[in-house]
């Protein structure tokens, strides 16, 4: 395959970003919530754990937990127990109840809404403070690269890396800052429903033919 130039980088990613527009309108950030609270502990909880989990776990734990006093008050043993369907629980757990202190003693209850201060919260990276400010306060700060973002980019070749830290990089060079939250919803969405792990569905892909990797997956080559 030729080398790609930047230029030609970009008008290709821009008629993947209409195709999978145009596939996955409805792309969302799957963690239920109500507010960018109950959002930052969705995320924490997600970590090495399906969102269905979280969701599963956040329905009776929001009902308990309404604030981020009620999360600070919270007992570790008791909390622990909670969310432990979600796995690492007392880490989960530990910084859960962490950052809900941080909350209340430096940011009056609230979530903040910016990088550098969700940044000093226990339990929040570079990838959660991306969805926590994309998703609640609408602010285009990075690109959220979680595990499907990293195997979807990589082989529609948006990126060579596989540090997430330069993937976000590249990504941001490629998508206009307007889109970069909804590119990463999109991609997620893309990535559970078609371009999988295991098995991507080629056929159905709606940029099969922007994809450099589009069928040479095994399962592919068997069938030929």
Wanted: glycine share 4%; charged share 30%; net charge positive.
């Amino acid at each position: 395959m030729p080398r790609e130039s930047k230029a030609a980088r970009r008008e290709r990613t821009a008629a993947i970003i209409e195709k999978l527009q145009q596939r996955y309108p409805d792309a969302h950030c799957a963690l239920v919530h109500r507010s960018p609270l109950e959002l930052l502990v969705a995320v924490i909880l997600s970590a090495q754990c399906t969102d269905e989990r979280v969701n599963i776990v956040t329905k009776d734990l929001f009902r308990k937990y309404k604030t981020a006093a009620d999360l600070a008050a919270a007992d570790p043993r008791t909390f622990e127990q909670e969310i432990r369907s979600t796995g690492f629980y007392r880490n989960k757990a530990r910084n859960i109840i962490g950052a809900a202190r941080r909350l209340v003693d430096d940011f009056d209850g609230k979530v903040p809404a910016t990088m550098d201060e969700l940044l000093t919260l226990p339990g929040i990276a570079r990838k959660s403070a991306n969805v926590i400010l994309g998703t609640a306060y609408g602010l285009n700060e990075g690109v959220v690269v979680d595990t499907h973002v990293i195997r979807v980019a990589g082989r529609l070749g948006l990126t060579s890396h596989k540090d997430p830290v330069k993937i976000e990089r590249d990504l941001m060079e490629l998508v206009p800052r307007d889109l970069w939250t909804d590119f990463s919803h999109t991609i997620v969405f893309h990535g559970r429903r078609c371009c999988t792990a295991r098995k991507p569905d080629c056929a159905a892909c709606p940029v099969n033919d922007l994809c450099p990797s589009a069928f040479t997956f095994p399962h592919h080559r068997r069938q030929e």
